[in-house]
């Protein structure tokens, strides 16, 4: 775990981790000169089939290709992708959280806080002297002023007295202040530990013995030459297995690098002889990731009627009075819903004849791209609406409470909508909008719900997910993260914790996000948005369990408004229904910018 | 990350306090998950829906006609999302992309289908402009007294959008093709109603006129 303090980070030179980066790509591209003469001087110049013809000849040939392939493949791995991208990663992250500290650290001693505990939770507090300030009814004017009290200027007089009267708001108010740049602080350096992490793992994880060169030339070469061919094609299998096992360290950007490094026929073999090693992974391209996907998709279905099969067989030679019996069938009963429940995804996003269907919206239509499913806990699905890696907008939804596999269809229908709007208020871009079941959400409001352990649950996977999006798609593309209801928390715990690849975030609905300041989501202020209508329940929910209402003035950011439903319909859900236009347009400006 | 409790002002306390007891919180879940009586079924809700966009179109000057129609659902509900068994149908009709931008489409039409709308009773729920920096998009919204939402929204697009509102959903077998109005060809390539009829649009039984519609719809509900 970093053991980065806050002042590490205020003080880490940040253009020199960069430079460092620099310098090893650098060192890549003077490497590859050489391999490029070996190929067109030696092995296709002075040892040329025109020069010299034998057996020998052309075992040294292969020889000497074979090591320049290895030499780039090396150089690829480990000095391109891990060392310098790792470098180049980590100090764009330590920057940008170095950016936000820079701004925070003079506002804490500005108030007059104080920054207590350990590294890996810090306590922003009132210093002694604020303290004592406000004891004395001397408090500074800057507090005076967020409490609207005049600051007092005599003893007992008018405004001391309601200072001293107010003294419980003066308190709550500084406490809360500092609550929120605690927030912000905690965030930051979340973040940053995460950073950190996350490039010790990629480092790690570099092998610790050099790779195999091709053998020696002699006797032995033809007996061995085919083994180490082998082994090389055995390599991107391994590599493959690691990165979706997670095991690799690689950021979905590194994994995006040795894609892309990959033969197209290495590509190809794995999708098909592999999709579980492709279809999840962040960083891998959306089409080759939902070629996967479907393929896993046609197996696991298959492998259900198997098993829905062979349940049922042994189910006739049990007691149907038997404890055996009903365990029996209960499992069979989950395997029957499990079964369903992907015939009915597969059905919405697949034609009949097998191809990729169109979503229903505005020409051109989109198809749907799957990312990602499960059937483990409530389930899983990620769907995207469109190429993401294309688009020019990217809105990816995230669904609350009692969000499921079941369900996915219908979620389907809200990421279509918020497609179609999109589409419908930017003709003139592409848009794409993912529907981003990647986690096991709460099944109850009460007492699911009011627990942050499903948000935490959902915190890297959203992080990886984001950064994915981010290595696939095009440089500039508008990338927005909505969530409804409790997936506003998981994406506040994402923001928090880990770090999300976002332009704009935008709360639905949200019982609290985690953090009680916009200014701790890693996101410009001004690209945080909120809305709740003036009816849904939400309102009742407490700050003690997920933070502040993200609409608050306190919170910063923007709030924006939706119309309610009826006064007794279901107002938590009804921001996309025909009563909250208002709510809609505002969504499609944001997630295609212009807003 | 644990966080400190934050104050807040004494009513938020007391309301958290009470949202907590146990038979409040009943009756907040028992809120969110029953939305009222719908007045249609999602099968019997196209031809009133159909026969609205119709009754608009036909008070539109010099109508260039539509591009293309989509039928569309909201989750209000259905497939296991919020509450069981609820959909919201949602047809939207779609301008070209030039028709779009006129003064006629983007402003004329708005002007009269208020006045249109007002005129029948319907009440305008949302009258509004939003001014951009390459355009300036308007937003109309009428609720008729069954229900039913007119949305007229000029903004990339120059849409009409009809909706119904939450309705219990129906089996897809039950759904009757409803011929789009405004000049989009039945069982065309924007007629965009084909996963509702995945085997193509039945011609072997009458379609549903929209132009033709009942007084009432009490029979065929």
């Not at chain 1, 891998?284 to 479907?294: E, G, H, K, L, Q």
């Not at chain 1, 003139?428 to 079941?437: E, H």
Request: charge should be negative.
């Amino acid at each position: 775990m970093s053991e980065m303090t806050w002042e590490h980070l205020r003080d880490l030179d940040c253009t020199a981790v960069r430079t460092l980066g620099e310098s090893w790509k650098t060192y890549v591209d003077q490497q590859l000169a050489h391999t490029e003469r070996l190929r067109t001087d030696v092995i296709e110049g002075h040892l040329s089939a025109e020069h010299y013809e034998s057996d020998t000849a052309t075992q040294v040939r292969e020889q000497i290709g074979m090591t320049a392939d290895r030499y780039e493949d090396d150089l690829s791995d480990y000095a391109g992708t891990r060392i310098a991208t790792t470098l180049l990663e980590a100090a764009d992250a330590f920057e940008k959280e170095q950016n936000e500290l820079k701004e925070l650290i003079p506002l804490i001693e500005q108030h007059d806080f104080a920054i207590e505990g350990p590294h890996s939770e810090y306590d922003v507090n009132l210093s002694g002297g604020l303290h004592r300030a406000i004891l004395s009814l001397d408090p500074p004017q800057w507090l005076c002023d967020k409490c609207g009290v005049k600051k007092p200027d005599g003893f007992w007089d008018i405004d001391t007295l309601k200072v001293l009267f107010d003294s419980v708001d003066l308190y709550g108010t500084a406490i809360g202040l500092a609550g929120q740049y605690q927030d912000w602080l905690r965030a930051v350096m979340s973040r940053a530990h995460d950073a950190d992490d996350e490039a010790a793992a990629a480092l790690a994880e570099m092998r610790e013995n050099p790779t195999e060169l091709p053998p020696h030339l002699g006797a032995t070469y033809d007996d061995l030459v085919d083994d180490y061919k082998e082994g090389v094609t055995e390599e991107v299998a391994d590599e493959a297995e690691a990165i979706a096992e997670g095991t690799s360290g690689m950021s979905p950007e590194q994994v995006n690098q040795w894609w892309q490094h990959l033969s197209e026929s290495e590509r190809q073999a794995l999708i098909a002889e592999h999709p579980e090693w492709v279809g999840p992974v962040d960083g891998i391209p959306t089409a080759s990731r939902d070629t996967a996907n479907r393929t896993l998709l046609d197996n696991d279905i298959d492998g259900l009627d198997s098993r829905i099969a062979a349940k049922e067989q042994a189910l006739q030679g049990m007691d149907p009075e038997s404890d055996e019996y009903e365990q029996a069938k209960q499992e069979l009963d989950d395997l029957k819903g499990d079964r369903s429940d992907l015939a009915n995804l597969q059905d919405r996003i697949t034609n009949d004849d097998g191809t990729p269907a169109l979503a229903e919206g505005p020409e051109p239509q989109q198809p749907y791209y799957l990312l990602g499913f499960g059937t483990q806990d409530s389930g899983r699905a990620i769907v995207s609406i469109g190429n993401p890696d294309t688009a020019d907008n990217v809105n990816t939804f995230v669904p609350g409470t009692t969000a499921n596999l079941g369900g996915a269809p219908g979620i389907l229908n809200r990421t279509e909508t918020m497609q179609s709007d999109a589409q419908l208020a930017s003709p003139g871009s592409s848009n794409a909008t993912v529907m981003w079941l990647g986690y096991d959400a709460p099944d109850t409001i009460v007492p699911e719900a009011a627990q942050e352990r499903w948000a935490d649950g959902a915190s890297e996977d959203l992080e990886n997910f984001t950064q994915g999006l981010s290595a696939t798609g095009q440089e500039h593309t508008n990338h927005t993260l909505t969530g409804h209801s409790y997936g506003t928390t998981v994406i506040g715990h994402a923001a928090t914790k880990d770090g999300v690849d976002a332009d704009n975030i935008v709360f639905v609905a949200s019982p609290g996000v985690g953090t009680d300041t916009a200014s701790a989501l890693g996101v410009d202020e001004d690209n945080v948005w909120a809305t709740r209508n003036s009816l849904d329940p939400i309102h009742l929910s407490p700050d003690f369990l997920h933070g502040a209402d993200p609409t608050g003035d306190d919170f910063g950011g923007n709030a924006y408004h939706s119309d309610t439903g009826a006064w007794n319909a279901n107002n938590h859900s009804t921001y996309w229904d025909d009563t909250n236009m208002a709510g809609r347009e505002t969504l499609a400006d944001i997630a295609t910018g212009q807003r | 990350m644990s966080r400190r409790p934050r104050p807040g002002p004494p009513w938020r306390r007391a309301l958290a306090a009470l949202a907590a007891l146990p038979p409040v919180r009943s009756i907040v879940e028992n809120l969110m998950d029953n939305p009222p009586e719908p007045q249609y079924t999602q099968a019997e809700a196209y031809a009133p829906m159909e026969a609205a966009a119709a009754d608009a179109v036909a008070v539109l000057p010099d109508f260039p006609g539509f591009k293309e129609r989509i039928w569309g659902e909201l989750p209000a509900t259905r497939n296991g999302i919020d509450v069981q068994g609820f959909t919201i149908v949602e047809i939207t009709y779609v301008f070209s992309l030039p028709d779009s931008g006129t003064p006629l489409v983007r402003e004329t039409y708005l002007d009269v289908l208020r006045e249109h709308w007002t005129a029948l009773g319907y009440t305008i729920t949302r009258d509004a402009v939003k001014e951009k920096p390459d355009r300036i998009d308007r937003s109309l919204v009428a609720i008729r007294p069954d229900g039913i939402a007119l949305w007229y929204w000029a903004s990339g697009y120059t849409v009409l959008r009809v909706q119904s509102g939450p309705v219990t959903a129906s089996e897809p077998g039950t759904i009757e093709y409803v011929p789009p109005t405004g000049g989009v060809r039945a069982g065309g390539r924007y007629d965009k109603v084909g996963k509702y009829f995945p085997e193509g649009i039945p011609v072997d039984r009458d379609a549903v006129d929209p132009f033709d519609s009942p007084d009432s719809y009490e029979d065929s509900l």
